[in-house]
């Protein structure tokens, strides 16, 4: 399974910013797929994951409302569409993909390396005040 993150950029405060991630992998919607971030000095945390079984979505409180997650089966490809983004949104963003029967159970825990094996390179999101 390979992983290909893109679409970070310079943006304005209250501005917008789409993610991609495409999957390499026969079996990609079985997959669950996350997105998380690594700001300077701080540990690397999960935002928002999507299930490979009925697709359901996850978000951490603080993006709920102004991101969303999707999936295109047929492109292999997972999007984070974030909007009202804000300089606390600036980071280090990559995708990653969990093949367990326990797909986005964990991805906001600290253990989300127990599950998600597979990662993009990072995109680098920077919001300005």
């Known amino acids: 399974v390979q992983l290909q993150a893109s679409g970070g950029g310079l943006v304005q405060a209250g501005g917008s910013l789409r993610l991609s991630c495409v999957v390499s992998t026969f079996s990609f919607d079985s997959l669950a797929v996350g997105w998380f971030r690594q700001a300077p000095g701080k540990e690397r945390e999960g935002v928002s994951c999507i299930s490979g079984k009925d697709y359901s979505t996850y978000y951490i409180d603080s993006v709920k409302g102004r991101f969303t997650i999707s999936r295109d089966n047929a492109k292999n490809t997972v999007y984070l569409q974030m909007n009202s983004l804000k300089p606390e949104d600036t ?18 825990t600290k253990t989300f390396l127990d599950d998600f094996d597979y990662w993009a390179q990072g995109t680098q999101v920077t919001v300005s005040s």
């Open 91 to 108: 980071a280090v963003y990559y995708c990653s993909a969990n093949r367990g029967y326990n797909q986005c159970a964990y991805y906001n």
